[in-house]
Nanobody, 121 residues
């Protein structure tokens, strides 16, 4: 089994910062792409940022210049540094990773349980 456990969400004022972490554990041979998604009330889940196994990144236009995704392959962990937070960033943030559990095995999608980020004055 594989688990993704997120941490770091909370309540922050507009303009503030938060850092989300997501650690993968369990039977893991290799982790490919890792990403953060978010889902606001009444809206579809959307991609926020993604990072490849080798560190290339891409971001949603709405967060470019404010959010930074990074990963520590030795710790099987992905981070999301969120700066200059806005009301519109309020959502449940989900970690996602493509993971293979054995040599030559398929890469399957795994999701964390979600962490709430609320931007409010």
């Amino acid at each position: 089994q594989v688990q993704l456990v997120e941490s770091g969400g909370g309540l922050v004022q507009p303009g503030g910062s938060l850092r989300l972490s997501c650690a993968a554990s369990g039977r893991i041979f290799s982790i490919y792409g890792m990403a953060w998604y978010r889902q606001a009330p009444g809206k579809q889940r959307e991609l926020v940022a993604a990072v490849s196994r080798f560190g290339s990144t891409n971001y949603a236009d709405s967060v470019k210049g404010r959010f930074t995704i990074s990963r520590d392959n030795a710790k099987n962990t992905v981070y999301l540094q969120m700066n200059s937070l806005e009301f519109e960033d309020t959502a449940v943030y989900y970690c996602n990773a493509g993971i293979s559990q054995w040599i030559g095995g398929p890469s399957n999608d795994y999701w964390g349980q979600g962490t709430q980020v609320t931007v409010s004055s």
